[in-house]
């Protein structure tokens, strides 16, 4: 495990020409309606998560913007555009069976409800940390997730994984003063940075992306339909 990790994240920062852009969105609009619709769904054992949202939102983003769903070809001088959206999700693996990290990838993710995207995402994750995901399980991912926000983490930024040329690192959504039409209140904030490809994404592409994606989740009624 170790060793491949290595073999990849070595790949990684040696042959693609990493940047890093941040936002912050304001999650207070999201956490209520996350509220509500977990209420509503608990007697159905569903349990909604901020990462499922995000996903979502990620995979919705990418119509309107192809080229962060894309990667650098083979032949070193060509764009590829991928016709599925693939969303990979990182997960760690315990300490107990040698730690380490493996991506599953969430195949059509913009195809999918927020129900199935929750309820994939933890059989997966389940999964993993058991009896190990299948190839077919871990392949294909057009771009990829890591979320430390469980662990209080606010902001960092993450390795690209191969062949993707876009990762996005996510923190917690922190309770903090924010300004709210012209005001010192307190909401909730949370910090994305993506970390692209520069051979594939511009700085005005990432950047339009994120802000894409912060809309979608400010607005999180819109990640229903």
Partial sequence: MRRTIAARLVLSKTTIPHYQVTVA???????S??????????????????????????ALAMHQHP???????????????HDRVN???????????G???????????DRM???????DTKALAEKARTRGLSIDEMDGST??????????VEHFTAIIN???????????????????????VVGHEMQMTISSDHRVIDGTMAAAYLKTVRELLEAPATLLV
Avoid: H
């Fill in 143 to 152: 771009f990829t997730i890591s979320n430390l926000g469980m662990f209080g």
């Fill in 25 to 31: 969105a304001n999650m207070d609009p999201l956490l």
């Fill in 113 to 119: 409800g927020l129900r199935q995207i929750s309820s």
């Fill in 67 to 81: 080229y962060v769903n894309a990667s650098w070809g083979t032949d070193n001088a060509s764009i590829n555009l």
């Fill in 162 to 184: 191969p062949p993707n040329s876009a990762i996005l690192a996510v923190g917690a959504a922190v309770e903090k003063p924010v300004v709210r039409n012209g005001q010192i």
């Fill in 33 to 58: 309606l996350r509220q509500q619709l977990n209420e509503q769904l608990a007697s159905q054992g569903v349990k909604l998560s901020v990462n499922d949202f995000l996903v979502r939102a990620c």
């Fill in 99 to 109: 730690g380490g990290l493996v991506v599953a990838s969430l195949k059509d993710a």
């Fill in 87 to 97: 969303v990979g999700v990182a997960i760690s693996l315990p300490i107990e069976r």
